[in-house]
């Protein structure tokens, strides 16, 4: 019996199942997460290199060169705050909040430049106000100029390029002979006193002549109104310089003939024939400084021809 038992005994044959090839799970997603992420990190560090200034990319050359330098520099290893890592400035340890500190010096600079120029031009205005009331005290106090009721003449205000001083001309009083660029006796002692009061104030002065509209016969091939008020404007000047106004003191004299008429309805009106000073404000004479050439620092008057008085040839306004 044990033998038949023993033949009994089942067989138990196991069987392995081969199925399909197994999933590989979601490793490989992590993979190319990883790649898409260093792509994007590389294509924003190409960004922020395409637009960072030569300056900045020096910066943080240095600061990776030498951090320990850059840091005790003030965050730039050329020395020079202006070039400092974005998120840094001096303090290396606050990630924002700072700004260049080269920056914020040039602002600072400018402000103060264009605070201090309005400042400096309040105080010129306010200085030739007190010029323009201390002319007009010296006409009403002088006996002799206010015996001449000149008030009608004289105009004083004040224009974009400083205090203007106007003299013009009257029927009954001119200031010039018709054609003649000879001062009469009362202009020559209003000019002169004039002349000792501008030579009180260290501005540059501007001289102008002008006429009427009348026209010289004959002008356009020979001397003409161009020629008369510059004569004119040069003959103040000189009467000025007599009164005490020191001669460099002097920066343009011109003559505008009648191309700047004080009535334009009325262009051959005798208020059109006048004398213009103008006390130059600083604006105005860097203005004219900077047309000069280098070697013409000022301009005056030529003598030469302000000597010379028209002949009794030359033609006459009508």
Same mark, same amino acid.
């Given at each position: 019996?044990?033998?038949?038992?023993?033949?009994?005994?089942?067989?138990?044959?196991?069987?392995?199942?081969?199925?399909?090839?197994?999933?590989?799970?979601?490793?490989?997603?992590?993979?190319?997460?990883?790649?898409?992420?260093?792509?994007?990190?590389?294509?924003?560090?190409?960004?922020?290199?395409?637009?960072?200034?030569?300056?900045?990319?020096?910066?943080?050359?240095?600061?990776?060169?030498?951090?320990?330098?850059?840091?005790? =520099?003030?965050?730039?290893?050329?020395?020079?705050?202006?070039?400092?890592?974005?998120?840094?400035?001096?303090?290396?340890?606050?990630?924002?909040?700072?700004?260049?500190?080269?920056?914020?010096?040039?602002?600072?600079?400018?402000?103060?430049?264009?605070?201090?120029?309005?400042?400096?031009?309040?105080?010129?205005?306010?200085?030739?106000?007190?010029?323009?009331?201390?002319?007009?005290?010296?006409?009403?106090?002088?006996?002799?100029?206010?015996?001449?009721?000149?008030?009608?003449?004289?105009?004083?205000?004040?224009?974009?390029?400083?205090?203007?001083? =106007?003299?013009?001309?009257?029927?009954?009083?001119?200031?010039?002979?018709?054609?003649?660029?000879?001062?009469?006796?009362?202009?020559?002692?209003?000019?002169?006193?004039?002349?000792?009061?501008?030579?009180?104030?260290?501005?540059?002065?501007?001289?102008?002549?002008?006429?009427?509209?009348?026209?010289?016969?004959?002008?356009?091939?020979?001397?003409?109104?161009?020629?008369?008020?510059?004569?004119?404007?040069?003959?103040?000047?000189?009467?000025?310089?007599?009164?005490?106004?020191?001669?460099?003191?002097?920066?343009?004299?011109?003559?505008?003939?009648?191309?700047?008429?004080?009535?334009?309805? =009325?262009?051959?009106?005798?208020?059109?024939?006048?004398?213009?000073?103008?006390?130059?404000?600083?604006?105005?004479?860097?203005?004219?400084?900077?047309?000069?050439?280098?070697?013409?620092?000022?301009?005056?008057?030529?003598?030469?021809?302000?000597?010379?008085?028209?002949?009794?040839?030359?033609?006459?306004?009508?």
């Amino acid at each position: 019996m044990a033998g038949d038992a023993k033949k009994l005994q089942p067989i138990i044959i196991k069987r392995v199942k081969k199925g399909g090839h197994a999933a590989h799970g979601g490793a490989w997603k992590i993979a190319y997460a990883d790649f898409v992420t260093a792509m994007m990190a590389f294509f924003l560090l190409m960004w922020l290199l395409g637009s960072t200034t030569e300056g900045d990319k020096k910066g943080i050359a240095d600061y990776f060169g030498s951090p320990l330098k850059v840091a005790m =520099q003030g965050g730039s290893g050329s020395g020079d705050s202006s070039h400092v890592v974005k998120g840094g400035g001096k303090d290396l340890t606050r990630e924002t909040g700072q700004v260049k500190s080269g920056d914020v010096e040039a602002k600072q600079r400018s402000f103060s430049l264009r605070a201090l120029k309005e400042e400096q031009r309040k105080a010129e205005r306010a200085r030739l106000e007190q010029l323009k009331d201390k002319v007009e005290k010296v006409l009403a106090e002088n006996p002799q100029l206010a015996a001449m009721a000149l008030g009608g003449q004289i105009r004083l205000d004040m224009t974009k390029e400083g205090l203007r001083i =106007q003299i013009v001309d009257e029927n009954n009083r001119p200031m010039f002979d018709s054609g003649s660029a000879v001062v009469k006796p009362h202009m020559r002692q209003l000019l002169r006193e004039l002349g000792s009061v501008l030579a009180e104030v260290p501005n540059r002065l501007t001289l102008e002549g002008h006429t009427d509209a009348q026209p010289f016969s004959g002008g356009d091939r020979g001397y003409s109104n161009w020629e008369l008020s510059a004569d004119r404007a040069n003959a103040s000047r000189r009467e000025l310089i007599a009164g005490g106004l020191p001669e460099p003191r002097t920066l343009r004299v011109q003559g505008l003939a009648s191309s700047k008429l004080l009535d334009s309805k =009325q262009p051959e009106s005798p208020i059109n024939r006048r004398i213009s000073i103008i006390v130059m404000n600083r604006d105005a004479e860097d203005a004219v400084l900077k047309n000069l050439p280098p070697d013409e620092p000022s301009t005056e008057g030529d003598d030469a021809n302000a000597e010379k008085n028209p002949s009794s040839s030359a033609p006459k306004p009508r």
